[in-house]
């Protein structure tokens, strides 16, 4: 149905204190995930999924690292000559910390994308949401019930996502100062207008990630394999920045249940219950139960790590032991030495 009628915002500007330190040298939407990806990758590729060609990404903080993770588009088939893939940092006039996602007063800053547009109709979503859904069906739902506004939801709880005619959307823009109105999340609360606010239950799997306990807490829920089958789907695929990385190296004294190993590691110790990235070296004797390890980290001979998150380029020294819980994981800082015993 689409024939590219939808206009994709990712309104990457929200920075969130429940998720540092993973959000001290980046934003929120490239935080990696699953082993291989970023949370940014799950609604661009469920945009690009449900044909959308037009994608406008509204970053604030800490954005270089999101930049070089999406570079051209390539990868999600946005390097086009029309359309394609467009960034519109933040400028300083936006709340510092604030919550409000489809910012209008960011919008009007970057007002000539939106006229330049040709699609009818935009979707606006966070870029913290992880899910892999069918935009194209929620555009069906919204016309054949005649809303101004569809806000998606999952379980009853808002998922921060919207469609809506570009038309009302360029309304809003010009007129947000004098309604009171800072974004379209301030439209869907308001019960004072006449416009047809309808909601869209998304039925498939969904997790808002906006702190550290959440973050965890999704990550383990995708060693479930019907969380995986839910997410991963083979009709539509989430795309991500491509690496070259040679098959991950068990060595005989390694042990591995229950995980998620990406490429490029080299295992020499026990994972269990676990998510490693690419380029992942666990020494001898290591024992890594319930953690999140991110790329290119080493994890000496001899350490002991139980509910933890090392973050990209750190090194655990041997014989190290980490211990937090899934409400309050312990985070080994990016690039960082850890060489102290801690337990919580």
Known sequence: MNNNMMLGVIDATTYMEAMAPLVEQRSIAAVPFAGRYRLIDFVLSSMVNSGIESVAIFPKYQYRSLMDHLGSGKNWDLNRKRDGLFFFPSPDLLFSGERRVGAFAHFEQHIDYFLRSRQKYAVIVNSYTVCNID?????????????????????????????????????????????????????????????????????????????????????????????????????????TKVKDEPPTKYRREGN????????????????????????????????????????????????????????????IEPGVVLQGTAERPFVVRKGTVQGEVVNR
Not at 271 to 300: T, Y
Request: glycine letters at 6%.
């Open 256 to 315: 591995v249940k229950r995980s998620m190993i990406a490429n490029g590691c080299v295992i020499e110790g026990t994972v269990e219950n676990s998510v490693l990235f690419r380029s992942v070296k666990i020494g001898k004797g290591a024992v890594v139960k319930n953690s999140i390890i991110m790329q290119k980290c080493q994890i000496g001979d001899g350490c002991v790590l139980d509910g933890v998150i090392v973050d990209k380029d750190a090194k």
């Open 135 to 239: 935009f194209d069906a929620v555009l069906e739902r919204h016309i054949e019930r005649g809303c101004d506004v569809t806000r998606i939801c999952h379980r009853g709880e808002p998922l921060e996502m919207y469609v809506l005619e570009t038309s009302l959307l360029l309304d809003f823009i010009a007129n947000y100062k004098n309604r009171g109105y800072r974004s379209i999340v301030d439209v869907v609360c308001d019960n004072c207008h006449s416009l047809s606010i309808c909601d869209y239950e998304y039925s498939g799997y969904a997790a808002v990630i906006d702190s550290l306990a959440r973050y965890f807490r999704a990550s383990m829920e995708l060693l479930d394999r019907s969380v995986w089958e839910q997410l991963f789907l083979p009709s539509r695929p989430i795309y």
